[in-house]
């Protein structure tokens, strides 16, 4: 199974501030198809996950422009660029390209 | 709107069975492959069965193989997860998702336990 890997796994962020969040794949995650099937997935206490981006670096509807996402290969990032209230929650990266798809562990954004 | 609404979770003995229903709307069901994927408590998410559009492949992870059997009815927009031989860590909340995973539902809980 590919395993993925996030850091940091509590992330302490003043509001209006940056926050980035890395995720490193255990294998290359390039799909034969040419697509890369790597997400970020917001979950706020309480409710069902939700994806932000989706294919590396594709925003869903409704998902702020702060957020971003970023890498390719094995490394991949997300970044708000400036922290809001709201923001806070377990995000969590997966890949989809091979199956089993997998999550990563999860990194619990809170406000300082 | 789209909607996918689960049904069917519940309170079971180890080795008991379920039969978990997701009910879908806004969208044309045919077209998407369909998930299931389940929250242990205070745990991440986990891909648990896919099945293809049609319904002509699907996919399992390795715990569940042999027990679990996912299946959907086009007619009905319907997904369904046929759960057999249940054992305490399967416990979870368990959701439906959209290809991708881009629509979840709100999920269904479903307790294993004497």
């Known amino acids: 199974d590919v395993v993925m890997t996030q850091s940091p796994l509590s992330l302490p962020v003043t509001v209006g501030q940056p926050a980035s969040i890395s995720c490193r794949s255990s294998q290359g995650l390039v799909h034969s198809d040419g697509n890369t099937y790597f997400n970020w997935l917001q979950q706020r206490p309480g409710q069902s996950p939700r994806r932000l981006i989706y294919k590396v670096s594709n925003r869903d509807s409704g998902v702020p422009d702060r957020f971003s996402g970023s890498g390719s290969g094995t490394d991949f990032t997300l970044k708000i660029s400036r922290v809001e209230a709201e923001d806070v929650g377990v995000y969590y990266c997966m890949q989809g390209t091979d199956w089993p798809h997998t999550f990563g562990q999860g990194t619990k954004l809170e406000i300082k | 709107e789209v909607q996918l609404v689960e049904s069917g979770g519940g309170l079971v003995q180890p080795g008991g069975s379920l039969r978990l229903s997701c009910a879908v709307s806004g969208f044309t069901f045919s077209r998407y492959w369909m998930s299931w994927v389940r929250q242990a408590p205070g745990k991440g998410p986990e891909c648990v069965a896919n099945?293809?559009?049609?319904?002509?492949?699907?996919y399992y992870v390795d715990s569940v193989k042999g027990r679990f059997t996912i299946s959907r009815d086009n007619a009905k927009n319907s997904l369904y997860l046929q759960m057999n031989s249940l054992r305490a860590e399967d416990t979870a909340l368990y959701y439906c998702?959209?290809?991708?995973?881009?629509?979840w539902g709100q999920g269904t809980t479903v307790t294993v336990s004497s």
């Open positions: 099945i293809k559009e049609d319904g002509s492949q699907t």
């Open positions: 998702g959209r290809s991708g995973l881009g629509v």
